[in-house]
């Protein structure tokens, strides 16, 4: 084995040191070509020699975090051990997730099998241990009003000096458009929200509902930049009580306002224009046909939608969320591909007029995103947690990876009541 695994500090005679020796050594064995080192809890450092200089460490922190490794779902179990620092790492998150995926795909003798069990069984580890962070816990039945307050307070009402941090200062959580190579966050963010009121053909005195509203960003650029009245809708009470302290700010409550409210409890409205930017995965699928129903009744005779929202593809199979995405990150993400969505839409009476493919923008969107939650972790755990930090840096980069192989995607699309009038719609392309 050691002339394989190069070890640094004097070698611990603990049991339990000894035993995730000869537990690397089958792994490093079965991987050659994974380049990496794995420092122990005593500060022993072990080198996979056979692949050369590492490119990455795993440091452990625990002997817990092995028997974490080991447990399936490893989607769930492995992401908690770093939640709960019993390990972290050196290096890039590529890496490490290539790492992950050639690790996954190892193939155990039976006899390897059990002499790691023997090995891991026998080693004294309180599995008690960890999961200090927060878990989402349900209220109500899922996708129902309730349990959809309770999700979206979750993950939206953490502080705002958090998400300014990393969205930067449109606060705009969705995919940008980058209408230029070296555009900015801000600026493709800027852009993408002025594409989306061309999109509408947005005119002055009409009347827009802003679905899922977020921290008011579209709602205040359209009501400042576009002349109509706005009506901005969202679960999040931390999200509308900041939207109307900007949109106070900015001298827009004339027509501009917030409201906490589920777009199911609009009653006796109607708008010449509702955009919904990003936030369909939160209704469920057994809900679309609902959804665009709703929408149906809030246009006016010759309104029309604009919708922005990520989609499964199934070009890549069926898409899975992760279970650790499910638990700590976004509860009740639901992504439907965007065939059914069409479908769900023309079902509900509306005629599509426009769909465009935006994939590769979100992309760079959280490739964006992740640069400035890596950088600002000193402030980020300040204001939140070091769990929470790890929760979205992981979470984000997941992101930018499902973006980056296809394994989601990111449409918008315009959609009219096939009763209106289509004359007066453009089909708008970046300029």
Same mark, same amino acid.
């Given at each position: 084995m050691e002339k394989y695994l190069n070890m640094k500090m004097e070698k611990s005679n603990n049991r339990e040191i000894q035993k995730v020796r000869s537990f690397l050594e089958i792994i490093f064995r079965k991987v050659p070509q994974i380049r990496m080192s794995v420092i122990l809890w005593?500060?022993?450092?072990?080198? %996979?020699? /056979?692949?050369?200089?590492?490119?990455?460490?795993?440091?452990?922190?625990?002997?817990?975090?092995?028997?974490?490794?080991?447990?399936?779902? &490893? =989607?769930?179990?492995?992401?908690?051990?770093?939640? =709960?620092d019993l390990f972290d790492m050196d290096g890039d998150l590529d890496d490490l997730v290539r790492a992950g995926i050639e690790l996954s795909k190892i193939n155990l003798t039976l006899g390897e099998k059990l002499r790691l069990g023997a090995k891991l069984f026998s080693m004294k580890i309180n599995s008690a241990a960890g999961n200090k962070h927060h878990k989402y816990q349900r209220k109500g039945n899922k996708y129902s009003i309730e349990s959809d307050k309770n999700a979206i307070s979750y993950h939206y009402d953490l502080p705002t000096d958090f998400f300014r941090l990393w969205l930067e200062e449109n606060m705009v959580y969705s995919g940008a458009y980058f209408s230029e190579e070296n555009a900015s966050? %801000?600026?493709?963010?800027?852009?993408?929200? =002025?594409?989306?009121? /061309?999109?509408?053909?947005?005119?002055?005195?009409?009347?827009l509902l802003d679905i899922g509203c977020g921290w008011g960003s579209f709602p205040i650029f359209a009501a400042k930049n576009y002349g109509v009245d706005v009506l901005g809708v969202t679960l999040s009470k931390e999200q509308a009580e900041y939207a109307n302290l900007r949109i106070k700010e900015a001298k827009l409550?004339?027509?501009?306002?917030?409201?906490? /409210?589920?777009? +199911?409890? @609009?009653? *006796?409205?109607?708008?010449?224009?509702?955009? &919904?930017?990003?936030?369909?995965?939160?209704?469920?699928?057994?809900?679309?046909?609902?959804?665009?129903?709703?929408?149906?009744? @809030?246009?006016?005779? =010759?309104?029309?939608?604009?919708?922005?929202?990520v989609t499964a593809n199934p070009a890549k199979g069926k898409f899975k969320n992760s279970a650790f995405g499910e638990k700590y990150f976004m509860p009740d993400y639901n992504l439907i591909p965007v065939s059914k969505l069409l479908s769900y839409a023309e079902n509900a009476g509306f005629e599509i007029f426009d769909v465009e493919n935006v994939r590769f923008h979100y992309m760079r969107t959280a490739q964006e995103w992740l640069k400035n939650i890596e950088k600002n972790h000193d402030k980020i755990v300040e204001c939140t947690s070091e769990p929470s930090y790890r929760i979205h840096r992981l979470s984000v980069y997941v992101m930018y990876m499902a973006f980056r192989e296809a394994m989601i995607n990111f449409y918008h699309f315009i959609i009219t *009541?096939? *009763?209106?009038?289509? /004359?007066?719609?453009?089909?708008? +392309?970046?300029?």
């Open positions: 005593n500060g022993e450092e072990i080198t %996979n020699l /056979r692949a050369g200089e590492p490119e990455f460490r795993v440091i452990i922190k625990s002997p817990l975090a092995i028997s974490k490794f080991l447990k399936t779902p &490893s =989607d769930l179990h492995i992401p908690e051990a770093y939640f =709960d966050l %801000n600026d493709a963010q800027h852009y993408k929200m =002025d594409y989306i009121c /061309r999109k509408l053909s947005l005119k002055p005195g009409e009347k409550e004339h027509s501009c306002r917030i409201e906490v /409210r589920d777009y +199911r409890e @609009l009653e *006796n409205d109607q708008f010449d224009k509702i955009s &919904s930017i990003e936030m369909l995965h939160h209704v469920g699928e057994k809900n679309i046909p609902e959804y665009f129903e709703k929408i149906r009744k @809030l246009l006016k005779q =010759d309104g029309y939608s604009f919708q922005l929202t *009541n096939k *009763n209106s009038e289509l /004359r007066n719609i453009k089909q708008i +392309r970046p300029q």
